[in-house]
């Protein structure tokens, strides 16, 4: 695994990490026109799951709080577009940012009594949480969100004029917004707010004794990390054109803190690329189909084993997080 | 008043499931600080080998040792082969692991519940597979309109007596002590010559060996098992364990016990469909207000 580190540290010469990121951004944006659209399918659902890990990552890797529940922000996003869009006759891409409002709204709502819990109580509480929004969903409070069968028919985006249809115009709307919300979360972790977030995770008592305001900069981390999962939801929703409850399980919430530990606590490169292996692993593994979340079960625990900090750690706190137990 | 007994009973029973697998949760997070995840999983692989020693043996040791000797014979093998199954996990899983930080360790977890599901479903189908009636105590007992199943006092019985046997091990004996040095502190512990090892291994062994019985029960009493099972009742019974005080026997005990009885009300009272809402909304509302659970001790914080 050493050759892993040397990358990085190639990475962090400014030169080359311009080439490698012109080399990446080169690959996604050329991906679709030479890929079946059966990969680029695959492809949108790597950038879901890096917005959606991204979100996570604010939560779990900056701050630290451990969150087992993300999936129910995601599903208020979706629902929130779901029922907007079929009732109301409201486009769907504008539902974009009120989807992410939405779900920003109720992660501060249930989170502000819960933030004061620690460590696992946290991870248990917010499991409930989302296994509390996916029940309601399924009991169907007042015919709004449809039960078990969920609700159907939602409008295609229409941007410009262009109505988003193909796989690949999909591919494009999710990787723009991955994008976007990777430069801002960059910039925010080298904020002040950034900094106060790794000061928490750190030592929580210390970041107080320091005057950062614990609490509202963790319900912010919580508010800010929903967003994001708000718009993935908005986006899945309109990809799927329908919203069931079965598409947010606690396994979905597992694999999101899955994704944001493979890739490295905190790191946004890691997210992206922890998000492309728990996608595309099972795909790879489709020969095997039946036993392929076997070896996936299996593969988590060995990458924990041989890379503890994750696959992509966030350089600057890399050498301090291995071998380091953690309180 | 009738309803009201007979949901009890039904909520006692249930209960008594949710005790046994928190008891494996309990445990292991007194002893590593780590959720299980996959203690669900050990719970259903449970079942599951229960269901083969009761189909596969039916023929030979059912007529040599009736229907209570190849109950026995498949609890025993449940039992075993979950406890071996637990300490492989702990081997191969937890023990490289659980010292580099406990979130790696928590993915470990995840990813041996993922793959335990899936190796059950791939040995087995992800069908439905049914506990036939033949291998399944059926008598009741009729007391006016109230109804008592055989089961359900075997169910009831077992649990008292297999956890209060585990309270006295771990309270009563020297190396119950040696448990509880342990939970308290692994390293203080082990200066004072505690092989700790041995009490993680204790952990690993007891507590999937009583999931294991719990998954049999739960095939017997609803006649189904399926590979997903694992994941529902571990997420009670882990419900059930904090409910009551992650950490600590009595709790698990109590924890359990009080989310059958809620369960079972709500569903009998309220509304079925509502019934887990209510549940996790308990468990919700009681981390807010006692975090450390009904018998859980006030932890001061460690600068």
């Known amino acids: 695994m050493k ?97 992410a409002v939405v779900a920003a709204g109720c992660a501060w709502l249930v989170s502000s009594p819960i933030i004061h819990l620690r460590g696992d109580y946290l991870c248990i509480v917010t499991i409930a949480l989302g296994e509390i929004v996916r029940l309601v969903l399924i009991n169907n409070p007042g015919g709004l969100t449809g039960g078990p069968n969920g609700v159907v028919g939602i409008a295609r985006p229409v941007f410009l004029g262009h109505v988003i249809r193909t796989p690949m115009d999909f591919y494009f709307l999710v990787w723009a917004v991955v994008i976007l919300c990777a430069i801002g979360l960059r910039q925010l972790q080298r904020s002040r707010l950034g900094r106060a977030w790794n000061y928490i995770r750190e030592d929580e008592i210390a970041a107080e004794a320091m005057g950062v305001d614990v609490r509202a900069l963790k319900l912010l981390a ?36 899955c994704i944001v530990l493979l890739g490295g606590m905190g790191s946004i490169p890691g997210t992206i690329l922890g998000a492309a292996l728990v996608v595309l692993f099972p795909e ?34 890399a050498e301090i997080l291995v071998g380091q137990t953690e309180r | 008043m009738l309803t009201f007994l007979q949901q009890l009973l039904n909520g006692l029973t249930i209960g008594s499931f949710y005790a046994f697998v928190a008891l494996g949760y309990s445990l292991v997070y007194a002893i590593l600080k780590l959720i299980n995840f996959a203690h669900g999983d050990l719970f259903g692989l449970g079942a599951y080998i229960g269901y083969t020693v009761f189909v596969y043996a039916f023929g030979v040791v059912g007529t040599v040792l009736g229907l209570w000797g190849l109950l026995a014979a498949g609890f025993v093998a449940a039992a075993l082969g979950t406890a071996a199954a637990g300490l492989i996990i702990e081997r191969v899983a937890y023990r490289p692991i659980y010292p580099i930080g406990r979130l790696p360790a928590v993915v470990s977890a995840l990813g041996m519940a993922i793959f335990l599901s899936n190796f059950i479903m791939a040995v087995w189908g992800p069908r439905y597979l049914a506990y036939q009636e033949h291998f399944i105590p059926t008598g009741f007992w009729q007391i006016g309109e109230f109804r008592i199943r055989v089961l359900q006092v075997l169910i009831l019985l077992s649990s008292l007596v297999l956890l209060g046997i585990l309270y006295l091990v771990v309270e009563k004996t020297t190396f119950g002590a040696a448990v509880r040095a342990v939970a308290l502190d692994r390293e203080t512990a082990a200066l004072m010559g505690i092989d700790f090892l041995k009490v993680i291994r204790f952990a690993f062994a007891v507590g999937p060996a009583l999931g294991a019985i719990a998954g049999v029960f739960v095939g017997m009493y609803y006649r189904q098992i399926n ?29 359990g016990v009080l989310l059958g009885l809620l369960e079972a009300l709500t569903a009998g009272y309220i509304s079925a469909a509502w019934k887990d809402v209510f549940v996790f909304a308990a468990l919700m509302l009681m981390l807010i207000f006692r975090p450390t659970g009904l018998l859980g001790e006030k932890v001061a914080e460690k600068v």
């Not at chain 1, 409850?245 to 979905?252: K, L, V, W």
């Not at chain 1, 979340?293 to 084993?305: D, E, I, R, S, V």
Request: some cysteine; proline content about 5%.
């Open chain 1, 3 to 99: 050759w892993l580190r040397r990358w990085q540290g190639l990475l962090s010469q400014k030169p080359l990490r311009l080439a490698f990121l012109g080399l990446v951004i080169s690959f996604l944006v050329s991906f679709p026109f030479w890929a079946s659209r059966y990969w680029v399918d695959v492809g949108f659902y790597v950038g879901l799951y890096a917005l959606l890990g991204l979100g996570l990552n604010i939560i779990l890797g900056e701050v630290g709080l451990f969150n087992l529940g993300h999936a129910a922000f995601w599903a208020i996003g979706a629902y929130t577009t779901a029922i907007l869009n079929v009732r109301f006759g409201i486009p769907t891409l504008a539902l974009l940012p009120i989807s």
């Open chain 1, 222 to 257: 919580f508010v800010v990390g929903a967003a994001l999962a708000g718009l993935a939801g908005n986006i899945f929703a309109a990809k799927m054109r329908m919203v069931s409850p079965d598409s947010f399980t606690f396994m979905e919430s597992c694999l999101m803190f």
């Open chain 1, 284 to 317: 790879i593994f489709r020969p095997v189909a039946q036993y392929r979340l076997l070896f996936f079960g299996l593969a988590l625990a060995a990458t924990m084993y041989f890379r503890p900090g994750g696959l992509w750690p966030r350089r600057r706190t």
């Open chain 2, 227 to 255: 590979f997903t099972m694992g994941w529902v009742y571990g997420l009670k019974a882990f419900t059930a364990t904090i409910l009551g005080g992650i950490g600590n026997i009595p709790g698990a005990m109590v924890g």
